[in-house]
């Protein structure tokens, strides 16, 4: 069974940066994206940034040049650089990882890191 756990959450205060860690329990090699999603009290879990196995990233709007996802297969972990960070970024982050295996797909996510950003 393949365990992600994230860490790197905590208290921010508004224009400070973090990065979110997301240690895999077996190569990321295999995982062909891994992404991080985000929810907030009350509402809906929302997805904030993918990357693939061949590097390429893609962001939610509200993170875009804020954030930077990336991932490393030899450490088998993946990282959320978020930087210029707003009260709105307050959420649980979850760390998420999918693999392909000709018509399946399997999926996996971590327990979540809680980020507060405020005054």
């Known amino acids: 069974q393949v365990q992600l756990v994230e860490s790197g959450g905590g208290l921010v205060q508004p224009g400070g940066s973090l990065r979110l860690s997301c240690a895999a329990s077996?190569?990321?090699?295999?995982?062909?994206?891994m992404a991080w999603y985000r929810q907030a009290p009350g509402k809906q879990r929302e997805l904030v940034a993918t990357?693939?196995?061949?590097?390429?990233?893609s962001y939610a709007d509200s993170v875009k040049g804020r954030f930077t996802v990336s991932r490393d297969n030899a450490k088998k972990t993946a990282y959320l650089q978020m930087n210029s960070l707003k009260p709105e970024d307050t959420a649980v982050y979850y760390c998420?990882?999918?693999?392909?295996?000709?018509?399946?797909?399997?999926?996996?996510w971590g327990q979540g890191t809680q980020v507060t950003v405020s005054s």
């Open positions: 998420y990882a999918e693999r392909r295996v000709l018509t399946w797909t399997y999926d996996y």
């Open positions: 077996e190569t990321t090699f295999s995982f062909n994206t």
């Open positions: 990357v693939t196995d061949g590097d390429r990233a």
